[in-house]
């Protein structure tokens, strides 16, 4: 069977789907993942196809962290909307038999899944769907509303996200030959929905449609043929375990200030660290902080003494796949939620919202993190029930069943 997975945003948005589409390559079907071009390396790199999808994510995030005018941000989202809504007809047109689509482009895949008579299956990273037992990621004013406020503030999120879409998705069926004013679909569109992250980290709530599944998380593989670089494992086995520090895709721009920031940190708290560029592009050396590029973090994590992140989710994930405590740095959108998770589950101090972050903070969050031995055992325990799962087999399972049919 040809498959088309459908994704947008950041490596975090990208890189579980790439674990997912190689199971299924394995599994005997052809596998191509819908992505911007930036990720074109890492999506071949894992034996997958590439179709490019248009837009910039590094602009929009840009535009957030500098406070840009309402004006400013709702003009560069839209043109967003429209570039992905391109890129997901033109990945579809391509030719695929079953499309499977992230959460933020799932309007727009739904849309082209119409057009084309192609059946679509959402894959969520991040709770999705409106329930009374949490506020679901991105919530505004979260904090304590209870379960009526809950639901009210999930639904809210979900509309925020339709309404951004809207308009790309209106151009897109009008673009398509799709009547505009299609009944509204049931959440998920009516059919089966996997949520790739582990039961153990949200226990899929009670009151979740039935055809959502909580699977587990798809991990990425490591690209093909790849090694550690020399210089890393010789700092690896020069001291003690470093604590690992990277804020993935979050504050492009702000690598100066940060680098310095950090290498203060980790001085104050007499650590040795592994510092990841990411988009902010940190840097530093010296005996006892090394800055690297891209590391495989299924390979690196386990090597480390604690993973300083943003609390992406799959930067999340991977710290709780290795069984190491963790200091979360929440930016925005669905990263104070993983940072409250892994607080709340034992694994980390108290999260450090990233507006807040300066050098005596991080060091001291970086010493309650690696003294406390709560959270080290809290974080292996954790990880030994993860490793039990297999997230893809559910996905791989009914996608069988329909190959069958």
């Not at 590029?293 to 796949?321: C, E, K, M, S």
Request: with cysteine; glycine share 12%; aromatic share 6%.
């Amino acid at each position: 069977m040809r498959i088309l997975i459908i994704t947008a945003g950041s490596r975090g948005d990208v890189a579980p789907f790439t674990g997912l589409g190689r199971r299924l390559l394995d599994a005997g079907h052809e596998v191509a993942v819908a992505a911007h071009p930036s990720f074109a390396t890492l999506v071949a790199g894992c034996g997958l196809g590439h179709r490019p999808m248009p837009g910039d994510p590094q602009e929009l995030i840009r535009a957030w962290a500098r406070a840009a005018s309402r004006a400013e941000v709702r003009a560069l989202t839209a043109a967003y909307a429209d570039g992905l809504a391109d890129g997901v007809a033109t990945a579809v047109a391509a030719g695929t038999d079953l499309v499977l689509t992230a959460f933020a482009p799932a309007p727009l895949s739904r849309a082209a899944g119409d057009a084309f008579g192609v059946p679509v299956i959402e894959t969520h990273l991040v709770p999705a769907f409106p329930t009374r037992e949490f506020p679901l990621p991105g919530a505004l004013d979260a904090e304590g509303l209870g379960p009526a406020g809950n639901l009210a503030a999930g639904r809210e999120t979900v509309r925020r996200r339709d309404n951004l879409f809207a308009g790309a998705v209106a151009r897109l069926r009008a673009r398509l030959g799709l009547p505009a004013d299609a009944p509204a679909e049931p959440a998920g569109g009516g059919g089966p929905v996997f949520a790739g992250f582990s039961p153990l980290v949200v226990p899929r709530p009670a009151d979740w449609p039935s055809q959502v599944e909580v699977t587990g998380y798809w991990w990425p593989p490591r690209p093909d043929g790849w090694q550690p670089p020399a210089e890393l494992v010789d700092f690896l086995q020069a001291g003690p375990p470093p604590v690992f520090i990277g804020f993935g895709s979050m504050a492009p721009g702000e690598g100066e200030r940060l680098s310095e920031l950090v290498a203060a940190a980790v001085k104050r708290a007499g650590v040795r660290a592994v510092v990841q560029a990411g988009w902010a592009e940190l840097g530093g050396g010296g005996d006892d902080l090394l800055a690297i590029g891209d590391v495989p973090h299924d390979w690196l994590f386990p090597r480390t003494a604690a993973v300083v992140h943003h609390a992406g989710a799959g930067t999340t994930g991977a710290a709780l796949r290795a069984g190491v405590p963790a200091v979360p740095v929440p930016v925005m959108a669905d990263q104070p939620f993983w940072a409250a998770r892994l607080h709340r589950l034992g694994v980390a101090p108290r999260p450090l919202p990233f507006q807040d972050l300066g050098a005596e903070n991080l060091a001291a969050a970086i010493t309650a993190c690696v003294s406390e031995p709560t959270h080290r055992r809290r974080a292996a325990e954790l990880a030994r029930h993860i490793a039990s799962e297999d997230g893809a087999a559910a996905v791989l399972a009914h996608i069988g069943t329909e190959r069958d049919r």
